[in-house]
Nanobody, 126 residues
Framework: VQLQASGGGLVQSGDSLRLSCTAS????????LAWFRQTPGKEREFVAA????????GYADSVNGRFAISRDNAKNTVYLQMGSLKPEDTAVYYC????????????????????WGQGTLVTVSS
């Protein structure tokens, strides 16, 4: 499956932004999905995830309550709605997918995912 992320940009502290990631697959509902982010010199870190059927979601402590992950199976798209953005949210954001049709719990490790999008840069100015 190929993933295409979009929606990044330059925003101010406190603003909102929505990222999108569209997948090229006929079995989108069988994939668990997630967003990770990475800054220069640091490891890629978990942001949010959603199960294949969308029944369960999970968030990193640093974004819980500010970000929301969702999926639109009709559009083969996963979203990351980001609110109350902070300068420390500045990073390249990556969407990821893993074929897990029977998993009922979200996946939060980089090693859980085999498919990755190209990344989209989010810059939050203070």
């Amino acid at each position: 499956v190929q993933l295409q992320a979009s929606g990044g940009g330059l925003v101010q502290s406190g603003d909102s932004l929505r990222l999108s990631c569209t997948a090229s697959t006929r079995t989108f509902t069988s994939y668990a999905l997630a967003w990770f982010r990475q800054t220069p010199g640091k490891e890629r870190e978990f942001v949010a995830a959603i199960t294949a059927r969308g029944r369960n979601t999970g968030y990193a402590d640093s974004v819980n309550g500010r970000f929301a992950i969702s999926r639109d199976n009709a559009k083969n798209t996963v979203y990351l709605q980001m609110g109350s953005l902070k300068p420390e949210d500045t990073a390249v954001y990556y969407c990821a997918a893993s074929y897990r049709p029977g998993t009922n719990w979200y996946l939060a490790e980089v090693s859980d995912y085999r498919e990755w999008g190209q990344g989209t840069l989010v810059t939050v100015s203070s």
